[in-house]
């Protein structure tokens, strides 16, 4: 009698993105301005082209730390595509902020990707503590 060892490897995939923020990151509101800003985004591919970029301030009711996102946009700017092996360094972008209603809310600056006619989260920073509006 033959005897067949089948070995099941079960491996979990988890979706990591090629396209990431590096370094520190933060922001600073002065008035009805806002400035967001970081050491490096990078495309971390051997080749090919990420879709159109997008760099976006929430506000929310709790840190966030990944899935669906739900809260205040303050403020966002887009980037061009980035080719593989390539990154924008020393990154800073101003420009006008929303303000959310009234509150205590966590900061999250996230990275977006136009993928599949959506932009898709692709990396994130959440802020320490709360930000008072």
């Known amino acids: ?3 067949i060892l089948f070995t099941l490897f079960i491996i979990s995939f988890v979706k990591l993105s090629a396209q990431n923020f590096s370094g520190n990151w933060g922001y600073r509101i002065n ?3 806002i400035n967001v800003y970081g ?3 990078q495309n971390q591919n051997n080749g090919g ?3 159109t970029l997008k ?4 506000a ?3 840190p966030y730390d990944g899935g669906s996102l739900r809260g205040y946009n303050l403020f966002e700017s887009k980037l061009e595509p980035l080719d593989g092996g390539y990154y ?3 990154v800073s972008k101003t420009g ?3 303000y959310p209603p009234s509150g205590s809310y966590s900061i999250t600056i996230v990275l977006m990707e136009y993928i599949s006619y959506d932009y898709k989260i692709v990396d994130y920073v959440t802020m320490d503590g709360y930000s008072r509006f």
Do not use: F
Not at 55 to 58: E, R, S, T, W
């Open 88 to 90: 924008y360094y020393d």
């Open 49 to 51: 082209s990420t879709g």
């Open 39 to 41: 050491d490096k985004i």
């Open 96 to 98: 006008w902020c929303t």
């Open 55 to 58: 760099i976006v301030v929430y």
């Open 31 to 33: 008035g009805n301005e």
């Open 1 to 3: 009698m033959n005897k």
């Open 60 to 62: 929310t009711d709790y």
